[in-house]
Antibody, heavy 119, light 110 residues
Framework: QVQLVQSGSELKKPGASVKVSCKASGYIFTSFAMNWVRQAPGQGPEWMGRINTNTGNPTYAQGFTGRFVFSLDTSVSTTYLQIYNLKAEDSAVYYC????????????WGQGTLVTVSS | QSALTQPASVSGSPGQSITISCTGSSSDVGGYNYVSWYQQHPGEAPKFMIYEVSNRPSGVSNRFSGSKSGNTASLTISGLQPEDEADYYCGSYTSSSTVVFGGGTKLTVL
């Protein structure tokens, strides 16, 4: 069965960087783009963008350019979200997901990674 | 891309039916049939409930149904049960080849 397993919670200081991983299993990794979704405390999900798992080409949503980088390692079926120069407002749960709203009939989410930015 | 508009909260008694709306534009909800609905309990990842406006994934109760009219999609839950109390979000494909989510609706089962 499809599984997306993310790395554990992170506590970082402002200005630091963080790298969140998402390991996929149970399907052919290059079959679907991987999306990243942010959910701030008490807020709805926010689509950050996606990475084409065939080409490695990323697409970033407005508001997620510059400090946010998507990457992948197809040899281990893993995608990564790196955030540079962390700010307090980056504190949120970050999910990797295969999204039906992206034009598919399937939908899978990782368990989420809590990133807390605090001095 | 602005978030899709959902009511902040809805409520109903056990056994009743409720409907949650999700309003967008012709560039997202109205232009495509890639509207999904999610249920989220506190501390959990969103759970996939509806795809392509009205289709239920395997394992989702037939008490959940979806529809769309113009730029507004709707999720109806019939025969409300206590475990339906959760946050609900809609999501849609957009003309920019992106995805947009709704702000969420808190369902309270009285």
């Amino acid at each position: 069965q499809v599984q997306l397993v993310q790395s554990g919670s992170e506590l970082k200081k402002p200005g630091a960087s963080v790298k969140v991983s998402c390991k996929a299993s149970g399907y052919i990794f290059t079959s679907f783009a991987m999306n990243w979704v942010r959910q701030a405390p008490g807020q709805g999900p926010e689509w950050m963008g996606r990475i084409n798992t065939n080409t490695g080409n990323p697409t970033y949503a407005q508001g997620f350019t510059g400090r946010f980088v998507f990457s992948l390692d197809t040899s281990v079926s893993t995608t990564y979200l790196q955030i540079y120069n962390l700010k307090a407002e980056d504190s949120a749960v970050y999910y990797c997901a295969i999204l039906a709203a992206a034009g598919l009939s399937i939908d899978y989410w990782g368990q989420g990674t809590l990133v807390t930015v605090s001095s | 891309q602005s978030a899709l508009t959902q009511p902040a909260s809805v409520s109903g008694s056990p056994g009743q039916s409720i409907t949650i709306s999700c309003t967008g534009s012709s560039s997202d909800v109205g232009g495509y049939n890639y509207v999904s609905w999610y249920q989220q309990h506190p501390g959990e990842a969103p759970k996939f409930m509806i795809y392509e406006v009205s289709n239920r994934p395997s394992g989702v109760s037939n008490r959940f149904s979806g529809s769309k009219s113009g730029n507004t999609a709707s999720l109806t839950i019939s025969g409300l049960q206590p475990e339906d109390e959760a946050d609900y979000y809609c999501g849609s494909y957009t003309s920019s080849s992106t995805v947009v989510f709704g702000g969420g609706t808190k369902l309270t089962v009285l």
